[in-house]
């Protein structure tokens, strides 16, 4: 099983010392950065037993419109600049990605064309989303989004927590991150300002599922009940618990903390969750809480970093044998079987099922 700090250290003397920055930091003082991994520690167990566990079935199915057959309920965050880790990018992950049976979601900041990834999706007859950033110039959003659908993305997942943005990855005069890094996907630039993030709104969602003929639209960076809800009236076919690996607002709530009151806000509706997940166990936390999906971000840039696509192939393939080998200590055969089975650890917590 592959240990996720282990890996954190040999990606860190590889890369410069400028990208592990990047990758690695937070907003602010850090406190969510830190808190986001704690936070899954304080989810707890309830096992079931003697119940019929020879055989556990890690796969997962998300019903239409989202629509989706998994070998693994681990799935891969969208980060930017794959070309900073390795010189194949993101076409590395998404192999890897697709080989381990797991869902890829691709940047809107994407270093390689989204039409190569698209391909090497489709050659391991993977899947994946594509992840969307409200640009200044709205035309090359919807671009951007008409071209994710021709290439086959199955699903679109507006980033919703970027206001503005949190920690900046391009700064005047030499920061981590050129102008080539996204040129290559989004096209040559005369002005940078034209792909600058702008806030996105609730009416985004209507129009995002207008433009890509009708993709199912995800809503990532959720953290309160009433924006699930208003996200959900509006037409979005799930949200993602997401503080953005701690890389926006400073102090915000660690994402395991917050699933629970999204989750009753949802009415059934899928509700997926990233943030901190570096163990079998955050992962069994994250599905026993309810989630169909949990996602990964760090930990895959440290594995594209250390061995490219059989890295990623590697890291997600482990932690999904690992969490068969935890879903059998839980006394759950099937991902189905595990929602109710964990809790938020505290004083005054009733246990869940
Ligand atoms: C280097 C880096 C770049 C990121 N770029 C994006 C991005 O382009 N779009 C986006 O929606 N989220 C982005 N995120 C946030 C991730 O999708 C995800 O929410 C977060 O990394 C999950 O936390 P983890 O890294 O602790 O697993 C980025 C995160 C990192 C670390």
Known sequence: MADVSELERQARELLRPEVYEYYAGGSGGEVTLRANPEAWHQIRFLPRVLRDVSAVRTSVRLAPPLNLELRTPVAVAPTAYHRLAHPDGEAATAAGAARAGALFVLSSRSSRRLEDVAAVVADAAGSWWFQVYMMQERELTAGLVRRAAAAGAQALVLTAD?????????????????????????????????????????????????????????????????????????????????????????????????????????????????????????????????????????????????????????????????????MALAGAPSVAALPGLGTVAGPGTAPAG
């Open 162 to 326: 970027t206001p503005v943005v949190g920690r900046q990855a391009l700064v005047p005069g030499g920061g981590v991150i050129s102008d080539r890094d996204y040129e290559d996907n989004l096209g040559p630039l005369d002005d940078l300002s034209r792909a600058r993030i702008v806030p996105a709104s609730l009416a985004d969602i209507g129009w995002l599922g207008e433009i890509s003929g009708g993709l199912p639209v995800v809503v990532k960076g959720v953290l309160r009940a009433d924006d699930a809800a208003a996200c959900l009236a509006a037409g979005a076919a799930a949200v993602i618990v997401s503080n953005h690996g701690g890389r926006q607002l400073d102090q915000a709530l660690p994402t395991a903390l917050a699933f629970p009151a999204v989750q009753a806000a949802a009415a059934g509706r899928p509700v997926l969750v990233d943030g901190g997940v570096r163990s079998p166990e955050n992962v069994l936390a994250g599905l026993a809480l309810g989630a169909p999906l949990v996602f990964v971000g760090r930990p895959v840039l440290w594995a594209l970093a250390c061995g490219g696509a059989n890295g990623v192939r590697a890291l997600l393939e482990g932690l999904t044998e690992g969490l068969a080998h935890v």
